[in-house]
């Protein structure tokens, strides 16, 4: 019977090491995987392409036209059942985030080759939206016709300076603007995916030790 129970207690401990050892390799393994993964993708960077296109800074520009700058609001109150007839606050802000996450973003000139000063006009320009909005959004809430329309009014007065705006053509920069530019903006795309795998690599150093406490 003792025989029974210590070959019983040996088999036990032989697995349980076994499948410590297992899980062990499969850790080697995952990390050899995440090590290679990101060679593979250190292999492909390439720090003088951006990450933002100009294909996505047109799109942003369409939706900013139509669900905003030529966005048709009814005339009277009667019309507007509820805030989604008209232009929530909520909507707006959404609208608002998406252009300023482009235009603000530190590619934009260099895909476009638009001078920044322009996309921070046209920032103050979907910002004077802000209070005209939340005007338009209280008449509702009130159902105050005279408010609306005053708001309305002003609503529509910041479309048309907007859409003048962007009738005129956007200043360039030039040749030697943009080669600064991309120097400028390769050397951080460098310095940030370089900070980038140093963390990345930071964590996969400190997992194994995690995994021994």
């Given amino acids: 019977m003792w025989n029974k129970i210590c070959i019983s207690v040996c088999v036990f401990c032989i697995c349980g090491a076994s499948a410590a050892q297992a899980s062990r390799g499969t850790g080697k393994r995952t990390d050899r995987k995440s090590v290679v993964k990101s060679e ?7 720090p003088k392409k951006p990450t933002l296109t100009a294909a996505r800074v047109e799109q942003v520009l369409n939706d900013l036209n139509k669900k905003l700058l030529t966005r048709e609001l009814p005339e009277s109150l009667d019309k507007v059942k509820k805030l989604s007839d008209t232009l929530s606050n909520l ?9 300023h996450a482009v235009s603000g973003h530190f590619e934009v000139s260099e895909v476009t080759g638009i001078t920044p000063a322009w996309y921070r006009n046209l920032d103050q320009q979907v910002d004077a939206f802000k209070s005209i909005v939340h005007s338009l959004n209280y008449a509702v809430l009130i159902r105050n016709q005279s408010r609306y329309t005053e708001a309305l009014e002003a609503f529509r007065k910041q479309q048309a300076l907007c859409l003048e705006f962007l009738k005129k053509q956007p200043p360039k920069l030039s040749s030697e603007q943009l080669i600064k530019l991309r120097s400028a903006n390769t050397r951080r795309r460098r310095t940030e995916y370089n900070a980038k795998l140093k963390k990345e690599r930071e964590a996969r150093l400190k997992k194994p030790e995690a995994e021994k406490i």
């Fill in 40 to 46: 593979q993708k250190a292999l492909r960077f390439d």
């Fill in 91 to 99: 909507s707006y802000r959404s609208i608002a985030e998406s252009y």
